[in-house]
């Protein structure tokens, strides 16, 4: 059975709605001011370190491949990447020598709670990041936008989030802007104008791919 959260909780993502449109605005005006030089000179790696972004999957090979995926969750094809394609991953070879980050480049509102919850406790990201993605069919046909908060609140719940830590995390306009900041940046330095977007040990492949070919990539980049 699915734990809803407090309506103190719901209410408090009114305070993340103000500020995914004010940031909303500040993402389109920076995107406005993109220079083009920057990705050239400022490495994937310095990205991920300056951000203190750790992978979801890490490799203990001596030979790996860095996979970032730019992705919001209410993107279909984002969706269809995590329940298909990197199953499919999982079950090749290559897969023991991936690491794969995903930076949240949320579409709206819905992806935006999503991001907050699934940022709120780094225990919980990985199995969020997989309840939201394998229950999509279900939020995303809710009746209404207070059911699907709910319902992405309750994943969160679920893998043992409080309810006191998701209504912190929930009201912290500071972390909510940090988020935010990670989306205008990737336009900004990497080009994602799209999700999902990956960079493949920086090189930028667009859209949901079928597995043959992110293994055609990865074996390309191991091999160098």
């Given at each position: 059975m699915?734990r809803r959260?407090?309506?103190?909780?719901?209410?408090?993502?009114?305070a993340?709605?103000?500020?995914y449109?004010r940031?909303?605005?500040f993402?389109?005006v920076?995107?406005l001011f993109?220079?083009p030089?920057?990705s050239?000179?400022?490495?994937?790696k310095?990205y991920?370190?300056?951000?203190?972004?750790k992978?979801?999957?890490?490799?203990y090979?001596?030979?790996s491949?860095?996979?970032?995926?730019f992705?919001s969750?209410?993107?279909s094809?984002?969706?269809a990447?995590?329940?298909?394609?990197?199953?499919?991953?999982k079950?090749?070879?290559?897969?023991?020598?991936?690491?794969?980050?995903?930076?949240?480049?949320?579409?709206?509102q819905a992806?935006f709670?999503?991001?907050?919850?699934?940022?709120c406790?780094?225990?919980?990201?990985?199995?969020?990041v997989d309840s939201v993605y394998?229950?999509?069919?279900?939020w995303t046909?809710?009746?209404s936008?207070?059911?699907i908060?709910?319902?992405?609140?309750?994943?969160g719940?679920?893998?043992?989030?409080g309810?006191e830590?998701l209504?912190?995390?929930?009201?912290?306009?500071?972390?909510?802007?940090e988020?935010?900041?990670?989306?205008?940046?990737?336009?900004n330095i990497?080009g994602?104008e799209?999700?999902?977007t990956?960079l493949?040990n920086?090189?930028?492949?667009?859209g949901?791919r079928?597995?043959s070919?992110?293994?055609?990539i990865?074996?390309?980049k191991?091999?160098?």
């Amino acid at each position: 059975m699915i734990r809803r959260p407090p309506r103190s909780t719901l209410s408090s993502s009114s305070a993340a709605s103000d500020v995914y449109k004010r940031q909303s605005l500040f993402f389109v005006v920076g995107a406005l001011f993109v220079n083009p030089a920057i990705s050239k000179d400022y490495e994937y790696k310095q990205y991920l370190q300056d951000n203190n972004i750790k992978p979801l999957i890490k490799s203990y090979e001596e030979n790996s491949v860095d996979i970032i995926e730019f992705s919001s969750f209410s993107c279909s094809h984002c969706a269809a990447f995590h329940n298909e394609t990197l199953q499919e991953l999982k079950e090749r070879d290559v897969y023991k020598n991936i690491n794969f980050y995903i930076i949240d480049n949320p579409l709206n509102q819905a992806a935006f709670n999503a991001t907050i919850v699934a940022n709120c406790n780094e225990g919980i990201r990985s199995s969020y990041v997989d309840s939201v993605y394998e229950n999509y069919d279900v939020w995303t046909k809710a009746s209404s936008g207070e059911e699907i908060i709910e319902l992405l609140n309750s994943y969160g719940l679920q893998h043992g989030l409080g309810d006191e830590e998701l209504q912190s995390c929930l009201k912290d306009e500071n972390s909510h802007n940090e988020l935010l900041s990670l989306q205008v940046d990737a336009q900004n330095i990497f080009g994602v104008e799209s999700t999902p977007t990956f960079l493949i040990n920086g090189e930028k492949v667009q859209g949901n791919r079928p597995a043959s070919e992110f293994i055609k990539i990865i074996n390309k980049k191991l091999n160098n």
